[in-house]
């Protein structure tokens, strides 16, 4: 029998919902997704994103504060550990369900809580950019600057929120055991919301004030996991040139040299499309026949047949 194919598939915002009932459907889909490509013959690790989930923990996490003055703000790294384990939760349980479903019974689901080292020496720590949580007025920014030591921006006129820093995966701490059952056939959930961030202090792992970007994390899981692809699931079908634009144009393969002339260019938006290419090109990059891909959530089967996406490839 042909080795499998094996994928890190990394979850954009759309495969997991803004709300807890949001969630609890957008998993169903989401697992009949992964589950077809397990159908098809890959072994599929999963890693996902947080952005809305960590929000809604830190602000839980406040209220508590308010509600009982003994309580201390809970740190971020906390907050973000509390994400992996809830989304985690909702993933495992519908995948093992989806996976009853057809009938196959011998494959594990599994949640691997993960921390993720980055270095205390990152340019990040200095410049935060990342906005997590919900949007509150100036009055309410200054409050949290003064009681929580937040760092608070204005966004685009739509109010103010808190920015973390966004520094980038060296490690993942869990690396081997990730391994061990990713090797014995397990189907392993992991790095979710780009990992918990530690920096290393001696023995001690310390939480970080920040929040890894999922599409780096995925990148290092699939180079550390030498996976064949890196799949990132996102809300458009391929990546575009003038995304918007009248003269868009929309990608089908593309070299990681032309993928690094067209970042060059500016074509992909921080914080959103550029993440997701910078990791792509960085996997496929990392060694001959790895080949990276993205594109929507219900075309990832179509995908992996090379029928749809934007692959990039050495
Ligand atoms: P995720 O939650 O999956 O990380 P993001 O919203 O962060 O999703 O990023 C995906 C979004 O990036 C797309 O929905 C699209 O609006 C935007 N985008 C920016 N530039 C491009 C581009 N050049 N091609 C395609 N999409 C782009
Ligand atoms: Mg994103």
Request: hydrophobic share 40%; net charge negative.
């Amino acid at each position: 029998m042909a080795k499998k194919r094996r994928i890190v598939i990394a979850l954009g915002g759309n495969a997991l919902g803004n709300t807890l009932p949001e969630q609890m459907a957008a998993v169903k889909i989401t697992a009949r997704a992964i589950v077809d490509l397990i159908e098809e013959g890959c072994e599929v690790v999963v890693a996902h994103g947080n952005g809305p989930q960590v929000g809604m923990v830190n602000n839980a996490m406040i209220a508590l504060t308010h509600e009982d003055e003994k309580q201390p703000n809970t740190p971020l790294s906390v907050c973000v550990a509390m994400s992996q384990a809830y989304i985690g939760y909702d993933l495992q349980n519908a995948l093992r369900e989806e996976l009853l479903n057809r009938n196959i019974t011998n494959i594990p689901v599994a949640t691997m809580i993960t921390q993720v080292r980055v270095d205390a020496d990152d340019p990040a720590f200095q410049s935060p950019s990342k906005p997590i949580g919900k949007f509150v007025s100036a009055e309410q920014a200054k409050m949290m600057e003064e009681n929580f030591n937040y760092i608070m921006k204005e966004d685009s006129g739509r109010g103010y929120r808190r920015v973390v820093a966004s520094p980038k995966p060296v490690e993942i701490i869990e690396i081997g055991t990730i391994r061990t059952m990713v090797d014995s056939g397990d189907l392993v959930i992991a790095c979710g919301g780009g990992g918990i961030p530690v920096t290393r202090q001696g023995n001690h792992l310390k939480g970080a004030s920040a929040v890894i970007d999922k599409d780096f994390a995925s990148c290092l899981l699939a180079k550390e996991l030498d996976a064949d692809y890196l799949i990132i699931l996102t809300a458009v079908e391929k990546v575009a040139l003038n995304f918007g634009q009248p003269d868009e144009k929309w990608l089908d393969s593309v070299s990681v040299e032309e993928a690094r002339n067209y970042i060059n260019e500016g074509h992909f938006a921080a914080g959103s499309m550029l993440p997701k290419v910078e990791a792509a090109v960085d996997f496929a990059s990392s060694k001959p026949g790895r080949t990276a891909l993205i594109t929507l959530l219900e075309k990832s089967r179509d995908a992996i047949q090379g029928a749809t996406g934007t692959t990039f490839h050495l």
